[in-house]
């Protein structure tokens, strides 16, 4: 288990534009600021959300796993910058890790061509009946496993 200043480490090596292959872009809107001008921190976490939808819409639902329904369990996102409006924003998506029942994302925000926000985000399998966690089946697992990014420390 790593401490939390590894965790912090393992994180702030998502700050690296040359990590994400798969990108999704937002506009940042007048409504997302806050009263100091800047994009509000709750916002983060919608364009977070937004970019690990579009990269499950993309990559993870075509691998097998078409009905399978995942719950966020865990979040954690580190501000590095301020963003403001007008402008966009993009958002970096990856898998980090696969576990049991859960993939990990790593991501993080670029506007105007620096590092806003990274995040960490895990994810797990629910079983449609019991609404409990469940394991992955081995081919989907062996499916994530083969997206998970080389070169980028694992979780």
Request: hydrophobic share 40%; with cysteine; charged share 25%.
């Amino acid at each position: 288990m790593a401490t939390p200043g590894q965790d912090r480490e393992l994180r702030h090596a998502l700050a690296a534009r040359a990590n994400f292959a798969d990108w999704n872009t937002d506009t940042l809107r007048l409504s997302d600021l806050d009263y100091q001008g800047h994009v509000n921190n709750a916002v983060h976490a919608v364009l977070f959300t937004n970019g690990r939808y579009d990269f499950i819409q993309r990559h993870v639902r075509p691998k097998g796993a078409r009905d399978m329904p995942l719950a966020l369990v865990r979040i954690t996102i580190e501000y590095l910058r301020e963003m403001h409006h007008p402008g966009e924003v993009e958002c970096g998506t990856l898998i980090r890790r696969v576990g049991r029942s859960s993939v990990t994302f790593g991501q993080a925000l670029f506007n105007d061509g620096k590092c806003a926000a990274v995040a960490e985000a895990v994810m797990v399998l629910l079983d449609p009946a019991t609404r409990r966690p469940k394991p992955l089946s081995r081919e989907v697992a062996t499916q994530l496993q083969s997206m998970v990014r080389a070169g980028v420390p694992a979780a």
